[in-house]
């Protein structure tokens, strides 16, 4: 847990049980406005849904498992508000037959009152959980869950249309080896009569089975950033990946590195169905998601006004808050910098300014690390920091801006990797507003009071750093003018103190 006397006043923390057809987990999120940060995750896989298909009911095996973790989990909940904690039931407790009963048991022993999700609500919540993650993400939204798949497509509105269908592993025949001609058939049964309704070129994939294939589909490519969440495949990509593991043995799949042995028995029949996805519905591009059922849960929650904020800039700013540093200085740098910012080419597009008001908030990352080693510690932690609202390229952005914001160095760590993810005019483009950001930290020495009393502009060929009457005296000194001049440079203008 992050100490109490760094907390925003609108931060909390919040719980989900998720009692899922395959898993039952526990995830303890610290909510800092709109970023969502998980704490504390355990799962037990119980396989509730393991026998449905063949007894419309649940796994009795699974049952104890279930009721085993449900009640150690409420035990490390101990003490916890009752409106803090969501526990929350899918496929297989609502299409099995015992399924109130085994609610009935879990409110007997543990006094958790369970909500028993609709498959409507299931995949309402899914794609809640994906613009959690991505507040533009488009197209269609894809759970794959032990015993179902939900499909739901986001509109300019959000969640729109969805659909539950019986594709989850353990509805198709896990844990028996797939046999591919039959479950070939039963998937194109299911998905035929809504191939047309949730037609798209951009597919959202969220659930752990469709994490492993991406994570693994990256061992394959040397991809360089081992980040599940917002890694986006090709449809080639896709469909060789979901093919080599259906068709490989149970014994080849456990010699594979980068594929999760509590997974080989459902693995197969998850990468049949995304392939059959793929092929039906069209898909082009693959972007996985981290977040679905349980993150959608909490942005429902959240009142409309902290919905409606950007979770790539309220993350960054909690990942700096959590140090103590005041949370002013990142709006103020925002507003500085923004005026000569804006006269640049854009390098994202329309995301431009949400890039520099996140790189803003990140500018005092490394004010309690030792100062020979801010700028590769403040790289490694953004590369890798569980923030959400950001693709693969803008996180390899935003870790070397924070890179250049504490050295002068062009060469940031993992730079081939940095290269393989963003480009040369992306790569000269961080260097530059890290350079902007350091020149405005120590221009006004980290005080947001004194950035008003100078301007960055950006006019012609010329950069110019002024400074309003009065206050003249900011910018003198010989550190003043290195950082003016390093962010000349990097932009390639000439400099004018005045």
């Not at 047309?196 to 589909?217: E, I, K, P, S």
């Not at 409309?304 to 993350?315: T, Y």
Request: contains cysteine.
């Amino acid at each position: 847990m992050w100490p109490r006397g760094d907390s925003r006043p609108d931060s909390r923390q919040a719980a989900v049980i998720d009692v899922g057809s395959n898993s039952v987990r526990l995830v303890i999120y610290r909510l800092d406005g709109r970023a969502i940060w998980t704490v504390y995750n355990e799962k037990a896989l119980a396989g509730l849904g393991r026998d449905l298909p063949s007894t419309g009911r649940l796994s009795p095996d699974g049952v104890e498992v279930a009721l085993t973790a449900i009640r150690r989990f409420r035990a490390l909940l101990d003490g916890w508000k009752a409106e803090d904690v969501t526990a929350a039931a899918t496929a297989a407790v609502r299409e099995a037959a015992d399924g109130p009963a085994f609610l009935k048991r879990v409110r007997e022993e543990t006094g958790l009152i369970v909500r028993l999700l609709t498959g409507d609500e299931e995949a309402r919540y899914a794609a809640m959980g994906v613009i959690a993650g991505q507040p533009d993400a488009q197209g269609v939204v894809g759970d794959l869950g032990g015993s179902s798949l939900e499909l739901i497509r986001l509109g300019a509105s959000g969640a729109d249309d969805g659909a539950t269908l019986p594709l989850g592993p353990f509805a198709l025949g896990a844990p028996r080896p797939l046999d591919p001609d039959r479950t070939a058939k039963l998937i194109e049964a299911a998905l035929t009569p809504h191939a047309n309704r949730f037609a798209t070129r951009h597919f959202h994939a969220v659930g752990g089975a469709w994490r492993n294939l991406a994570l693994f589909q990256m061992e394959l490519a040397d991809y360089p950033l081992h980040v599940a969440h917002q890694y986006e495949m090709s449809r080639a990509d896709a469909l060789s990946v979901s093919r080599l593991v259906a068709r490989q043995s149970r014994a080849s799949l456990e010699r594979m590195q980068g594929l999760s042995k509590k997974r080989i028995e459902t693995l197969p029949y998850s990468a049949v169905v995304l392939e059959a996805l793929i092929e039906a519905l069209g898909v082009e591009r693959i972007t996985i998601s981290a977040f679905g059922v349980r993150e959608g849960l909490l942005l429902e929650a959240m009142a409309p006004d902290v919905r409606s904020r950007d979770p790539l800039i309220e993350g960054c700013e909690a990942l700096t808050a959590a140090r103590g540093v005041p949370s002013e200085l990142g709006g103020a740098l925002e507003a500085w910098l923004t005026p000569a910012f804006e006269k640049l080419s854009p390098v994202f597009g329309a995301r431009d300014p949400v890039l520099l008001a996140a790189a803003s908030r990140l500018a005092d990352l490394g004010a309690r690390l030792h100062p020979d080693h801010r700028a590769d510690l403040a790289f490694e932690q953004v590369l890798r920091a569980p923030i959400a609202g950001m693709n693969h390229p803008e996180r390899a952005f935003l870790a070397s801006v924070a890179f250049s914001r504490h050295t002068s160095a062009t060469t940031p760590p993992e730079a081939e990797a940095v290269s393989r993810v963003i480009g040369a005019e992306r790569r000269q483009r961080a260097r530059a507003l890290g350079a902007a950001v350091r020149l405005g930290c120590d221009l006004s020495g980290r005080n947001p009071r004194l950035l008003e009393k100078s301007s960055l502009t950006i006019q012609g060929d010329r950069l110019t750093l002024t400074a309003a009457a009065g206050w003249t005296d900011m910018l003198l000194g010989d550190q003043t003018a290195k950082r003016a001049q390093t962010l000349a440079s990097a932009l390639k203008l000439k400099l004018e103190l005045g």
